[in-house]
């Protein structure tokens, strides 16, 4: 075989691959615009989960039930926000100063980057993809975050990120979350339950609150300051901020927080990366 042959043959075996490769991711695809009207039947996660307990022998159940918006208490909502996303209502699916400020830390460190990921970045990884970090599997998730935040409002990203991350083992979703762990549906979660769930999402295998990590109470605490100072939150969210009981304030722990000055977004936003900083997010989650 000549050397111009052998080229041809390989070029040729090269452009069925490719095809090949990209027919596949055609017909494989997410439809991310149903998402608009229908709820998952599963996801990604969720299967990866199912796989781990047959691999060990045991049953392939997992705690998740769908609830809709208005059956998720706002203090979930507001918990969630403070914790992993503080311009969630602001920018379109990518929060480009935090992932700049991720990376120059990683680069000072000499670490691994943290988690900077937004919550619609964290649904499409949760819905479709792994936990791994590779490029192929970032660029899918870009992708797949652009059309999410195209196809859909931001109340309904909440509303499926809400019913589909995990808040423990086996645990998934708010309505599972709170009846595993408070006995209650998750519409009548109070805020510092709303904090303890969401404190858990960097590595919920390890820190829910049945957990007695003291990095995980101690960011419980941090969320429950940021909520009460996150005011602008309860307008964004589509709900009148509840006037706090008087008797109620004098016992909480919060109540120096609802004394200060209420931050502004840019404000909480800098609190998040120092309280972020200070444990190793957990991978698979992030």
Do not use: N
């Given at each position: 075989m000549t050397l111009r042959r052998l080229v041809l043959v390989v070029c040729a075996i090269l452009a069925a691959s490719a095809g090949a490769t990209l027919l596949y991711a055609t017909l494989s695809w997410p439809e991310v615009r149903r998402l608009a009207r229908e709820r998952p039947t599963t996801t990604a996660f969720i299967e990866r989960t199912r796989a781990e307990l047959r691999r060990a022998g045991k049953p392939d159940r997992v705690e998740w039930r769908w609830v809709p918006d208005d059956a998720i208490s706002p203090h979930l909502k507001r918990a969630v926000i403070t914790s992993e996303d503080i311009g969630f209502f602001s920018h379109h699916g990518f929060a480009l100063e935090e992932m700049r400020q991720a990376l120059s830390e990683a680069v000072r460190e000499r670490a691994a980057p943290r988690g900077a990921s937004t919550i619609t970045q964290q649904l499409a990884k949760n819905l479709w993809l792994s936990p791994s970090r590779n490029p192929l599997r970032k660029l899918k998730e870009a992708i797949l975050t652009r059309q999410l935040e195209r196809a859909l409002t931001k109340r309904r990203i909440l509303e499926l990120y809400l019913n589909v991350v995990q808040f423990?083992?086996?645990?998934?979703?708010?309505?599972?979350?709170?009846?595993?762990?408070?006995?209650?549906?998750?519409?009548?979660?109070?805020?510092?339950?709303a904090a303890l769930l969401a404190a858990g999402l960097p590595r919920p295998r390890a820190w829910n609150p049945a957990s007695g990590s003291r990095w995980y109470h101690r960011q419980v605490a941090r969320i429950e300051g940021r909520m009460a100072r996150a005011t602008f939150l309860w307008s964004q969210l589509g709900q009148k901020r509840p006037t706090p009981d008087a008797a109620a304030l004098a016992d909480s722990a919060l109540a120096a927080f609802l004394r200060s000055d209420t931050l502004s977004p840019s404000e909480i936003f800098a609190d998040s990366i120092d309280a972020d900083s200070s444990g190793a997010p957990d991978p698979g989650v992030r």
């Open positions: 423990g083992p086996g645990v998934y979703g708010a309505e599972a979350a709170a009846r595993h762990y408070f006995d209650q549906p998750a519409a009548d979660l109070s805020e510092h339950e």
